[in-house]
């Protein structure tokens, strides 16, 4: 009996000593395919993050390939200018002008033409008056000026510029001098541009026509002073 008792002691051993070692394997076979897992997870995020920068790189060189390839050409559906003016010392009104056509050219060359005839005031007597004895004889008024290639090239990438930029205003036969703050940041396929200004009418010949325009409406006074700003949208 004692012997028999041994026997199944031994062979119980061997089979505890079989599983444990069934079960050291299957162990570190889990912990291997872990690691491997691991590892080729590992390779698709850096797979991954290296395609997001390809395609990253590659729409930035395909906006900067078809600017490249033509001019800056201005959206005049939804560009604006608004103009200021104050009458009597203390009352400001906002009007708008629209644009006939406008571009940014490769040198940087920049031209706009704004339809003067095209102001409105909100009140059609005076849309009238103004288109009458300020903008009928000459009713375009042109923007001349130029950008560095440096800008051109940094709004492309994806900056967002903040510069003051002089331009020409050609108006009424006449031409003044402008320093202009501008924004551009390019968004989606267009650029969009904001900015402001300041004239003097006077400085451009208008003067006698607001003098008419300020005894008709029977007002004391309407400054030549004129604010200006305006709202661009290039496509790309």
Not at 74 to 92: G, Y
Request: hydrophobic share 40%; proline share 1%; net charge positive.
């Amino acid at each position: 009996m004692g012997k028999i008792r041994k026997e199944k002691k031994r062979k119980n051993a061997e089979a505890q000593k079989c599983r444990s070692g069934e079960e050291q394997k299957r162990t570190t076979e889990q912990q291997n395919r872990k690691t491997q897992f691991n590892r080729e997870e590992t390779v698709l995020n850096i797979m991954w993050k290296s395609l997001q920068r390809i395609v990253m790189l590659s729409s930035v060189m395909m906006v900067s390939s078809t600017a490249l390839a033509d001019a800056w050409r201005l959206n005049t559906e939804v560009s604006t200018v608004s103009i200021a003016s104050t009458k009597n010392d203390s009352i400001t009104e906002r009007h708008q002008l629209n644009f006939n056509a406008g571009s940014v050219e490769h040198s940087g060359s920049v031209r706009l033409l704004i339809d003067l005839l095209s102001v409105e005031t909100n009140i059609p007597i005076r849309n009238e008056r103004m288109r009458k004895l300020l903008f009928n004889q000459h009713p375009i008024a042109v923007i001349e000026g130029q950008l560095s290639k440096e800008l051109l090239d940094a709004v492309l990438q994806g900056q967002a510029i903040a510069q003051s930029v002089e331009v020409t205003l050609q108006a009424n036969d006449d031409t003044q001098n402008l320093e202009v703050a501008l924004r551009a940041k390019l968004q989606g396929s267009r650029v969009k541009v904001v900015g402001s200004t300041e004239l003097d009418v006077a400085e451009l010949g208008y003067a006698g026509g607001v003098a008419q325009l300020k005894q008709l409406a029977g007002l004391a006074s309407i400054s030549t002073l004129v604010p200006v700003t305006f709202e661009l949208a290039f496509d790309l």
